[in-house]
Nanobody, 124 residues
Framework: QVQLVESGGGLVQAGGSLRLSCATS????????MGWFRQAPGKEREFVAS????????DCADSVKGRFTISRDNAKNTVALQMNSLKPEDTAVYYC?????????????????WGQGTRVTVSS
């Protein structure tokens, strides 16, 4: 069982920045593709960003392109989501997810493990 723990959420004004972090104790973390998803109030969960096992390939949703950056540190078993120029529409619970595959994926079905989520609120 892989446990994922997100941190770094909070309240920020529009235009501000937050850095989310996801930590895991999984010994095989470096083999997993990792992703960030979010779920806004009253909406379905959606893809935000993903990164492959080495960090050499990343992908992100069009809605966050140019503002959010995903990265990972395999030595520390962590993956991060740097969020800049935040907008009120970025308000959501953000989830970290780990795939059993080593690529970067957009589909929720590709991810086997999920964290509990961290809440991000962007005020206007």
């Amino acid at each position: 069982q892989v446990q994922l723990v997100e941190s770094g959420g909070g309240l920020v004004q529009a235009g501000g920045s937050l850095r989310l972090s996801c930590a895991t104790s999984a010994r095989t973390f470096s083999r997993y593709g990792m992703g960030w998803f979010r779920q806004a109030p009253g909406k379905e969960r959606e893809f935000v960003a993903s990164i492959n096992w080495s960090g050499g390939s990343t992908d992100c949703a069009d809605s966050v392109k140019g503002r959010f950056t995903i990265s990972r540190d395999n030595a520390k078993n962590t993956v991060a989501l740097q969020m800049n120029s935040l907008k009120p529409e970025d308000t959501a619970v953000y989830y970290c997810a780990a795939s059993l595959g080593n690529s970067n994926y957009r589909k929720e079905s590709e991810y086997a493990y999920w964290g509990q989520g961290t809440r991000v609120t962007v005020s206007s």
